[in-house]
């Protein structure tokens, strides 16, 4: 303890040596030192332990908010609960067995659940905290660094109430101040359970770490959770049917597992929703968008020309993106989150710079009311770049199911459904379609009605299409209604000529050659229009898209 001014006597004299303070005072020990002069002097030292609330002051179980003693939120819709139910584990049996050994009467002790990150391991043990506890337990869930000295102290005040103590992240709760083994030993007298969770690297080092052994870990026998799902946890998962977000974790988790979907779920929709702002990552978020839009109409993976050729489908948001290259949204998209995955993420196999949407970030645009329909030519755009036809009839019936019921207000939309089953070889369906674009006044429409119907042999029924799209304008349909009508004509000269009428006879030569030119071959493809079909450099002519170039070398694969 330090102390200002400090004057010593003399040597050689002596002196009766007291404790004297002028002008001031000390609250603290003071050092015999004779006389000391000064100002005040106020000393505060280290306090035994920090003040710990009352057990009373503790949350119960059944009204305890799991989200802020350490469950990691969910997407979350209106209507929906704040976390989608439990899906039972294998290990939840061993747990509860552990729980409730560690709070009966000759209980008390630790349990700790290991996992790797984002294995689910909070949830685990607080939903093995609701089922095997009574709902009236107080549950202290401290910071990390708080120190529990003075835990022992506040229990012994709890009366009848059971309580226990919730240290989700061990790691964050070792040291001199927190959990330690005489701590622990003295919480085990009291029948006071310690629930803890620890990551599988940390534990490992505290553990075994010849640097770092804590000695509160010793004796305990973790319960160790699986970052991957068993057969039957999977077909439980499956089997549920009663929450949306489970429902798509089912299908779109892909590689990972469902605590890692549900948990990074909320983080990338919201670090996606950000980034559209024009000093953020408006390309990026584009990028993005019209991958989860090409997901939505069935096509899952996307090369990176494709990708920046569909850009050119948002005209609007792409008007906005001029300040980020393509190179740097792409960077940004696949850049990886949470130790997780990307936006985007490169899909391994025989496709080079191809990538995939997180499948949250679909289910979740496929669940918001609010989220924007798939434009038109985004559906064409997507049934052009499907790898196979396996993808294109998904395409294909994705489509019908979501632009049906729009199709009486657009002949656009019955012209693509027109378009589509053609492709598909179901031409009744498409002539179906296309009629009912034409009825509505789609001269394209019109004029791929008559070509289908001259095709089929089916002039006469041919005729008012053709006229109606000859006289809109279009020159294909023109041609082909002079041919109908000169095949028309033909007939009836040659009937006339047959029956001897002198002109028909002299003509019939002449008409002929006239009119003795190479029939024009069918073709439907005019009926799209551009509207509908986007841009001609989406694809280069034979179809076939070029290797993309590495974002990062510009080097194309070989």
């Known amino acids: 303890m330090g102390v200002s001014d400090e004057r010593e006597a003399p040597n050689d004299t002596a002196v009766g040596v007291g404790n004297s303070v002028s002008d001031g005072t000390f609250h603290a020990p003071v050092v015999q030192a004779?006389?000391?002069?000064?100002?005040?002097?106020?000393?505060?030292g280290q306090p035994h332990f920090s003040v710990l609330p009352a057990v009373s002051e503790w949350p119960r179980l059944d009204t305890a908010d799991p989200i802020a003693l350490g469950v990691r939120r969910t997407r979350r819709l209106?209507?929906?609960?704040p976390l989608p139910p439990y899906i039972e584990r294998d290990c939840d049996e061993e747990l509860g067995d552990r729980v409730r050994e560690a709070a009966g009467e000759s209980g008390g002790g630790l349990v700790v659940v290991t996992g790797a990150p984002l294995s689910g391991k909070t949830r685990t043990v607080w939903a093995a905290l609701a089922a095997n506890l009574p709902g009236t337990t107080r549950v202290f869930a401290p910071s990390p660094g708080t120190d529990l000295r003075g835990l022992p102290a506040v229990v012994r005040?709890?009366?009848?109430?059971?309580?226990?103590?919730?240290?989700?992240?061990?790691?964050?709760?070792?040291?001199e101040y927190g959990l330690t083994p005489a701590l622990l030993a003295e919480l085990v007298r009291l029948r006071v359970p310690v629930l803890a969770t620890m990551e599988d690297e940390a534990y490992d080092a505290r553990r075994f770490g010849a640097a770092g052994r804590v000695g509160v870990l010793s004796g305990v026998e973790p319960v160790e959770l699986p970052w991957a799902w068993s057969v039957g946890e999977s077909k439980r998962l499956d089997m549920f049917d009663g929450d949306l977000r489970l429902r798509a974790a089912a299908v779109w988790r892909g590689i990972h597992s469902i605590p890692e979907y549900l948990a990074v779920d909320p983080e990338l929709m919201e670090e996606w929703r950000r980034a559209r702002r024009p000093d953020a990552h408006p390309r990026g978020h584009l990028l993005v968008r019209a991958a989860v839009?090409?997901?939505?109409?069935g096509v899952f993976r996307i090369v990176g020309q494709a990708l920046r050729n569909a850009q050119k489908l948002y005209p609007e948001e792409s008007a906005m993106t001029e300040a980020e290259s393509f190179e740097d949204a792409l960077v940004w998209a696949t850049d990886v989150r949470h130790g997780v995955t990307g936006l985007l993420s490169p899909v391994p196999g025989d496709w080079p710079w191809s990538w995939a949407v997180f499948g949250s970030l679909v289910a979740d645009a496929e669940e918001r009311?609010?989220?924007p329909p798939v434009p038109i030519a985004m559906w064409r755009f997507a049934?052009?770049?499907?790898?196979?036809?396996?993808?294109?009839?998904?395409?294909?019936?994705?489509?019908?199911?979501a632009l049906e019921p729009l199709a009486d207000s657009d002949p656009n939309i019955s012209v693509l459904l027109g378009y589509f089953n053609t492709v598909m070889a179901d031409i009744e369906t498409a002539r179906r379609w296309y009629r009912?674009?034409?009825?509505?006044?789609?001269?394209?429409?019109?004029?791929?009605?008559?070509?289908?119907?001259?095709?089929?042999?089916?002039?006469?029924?041919?005729?008012?299409?053709?006229?109606?799209?000859?006289?809109?304008?279009?020159?294909?349909?023109?041609?082909?209604l002079a041919m109908v009508l000169a095949a028309q004509a033909d007939g009836w000269l040659t009937r006339a000529a047959g029956a001897g009428h002198p002109a028909a006879m002299q003509a019939l030569p002449a008409?002929?050659?006239l009119t003795a030119v190479p029939p024009m071959p069918l073709s439907f493809k005019h009926a799209v229009p551009s509207m509908v079909l986007g841009k001609e450099d989406f694809l280069p002519p034979d179809g076939v898209l070029p290797a993309d170039p590495d974002p990062l070398s510009g080097r194309c694969p070989r």
């Open 34 to 44: 004779g006389a000391v002069n000064g100002g005040v002097h106020t000393y505060y």
């Open 78 to 81: 209106p209507g929906e609960s």
């Open 157 to 175: 005040g709890r009366g009848e109430a059971g309580c226990v103590l919730w240290l989700d992240d061990l790691g964050g709760h070792l040291g």
């Open 293 to 297: 839009d090409l997901a939505r109409c």
């Open 369 to 371: 009311p609010d989220t």
């Open 383 to 401: 049934f052009t770049v499907a790898h196979d036809e396996a993808e294109r009839r998904t395409v294909s019936w994705r489509a019908h199911e």
């Open 436 to 480: 009912k674009a034409a009825d509505a006044g789609h001269a394209d429409a019109a004029a791929t009605v008559g070509e289908m119907l001259t095709g089929e042999g089916e002039a006469a029924k041919a005729d008012p299409y053709l006229k109606t799209a000859a006289e809109a304008g279009i020159a294909h349909a023109q041609y082909r």
């Open 511 to 513: 008409f002929r050659a």
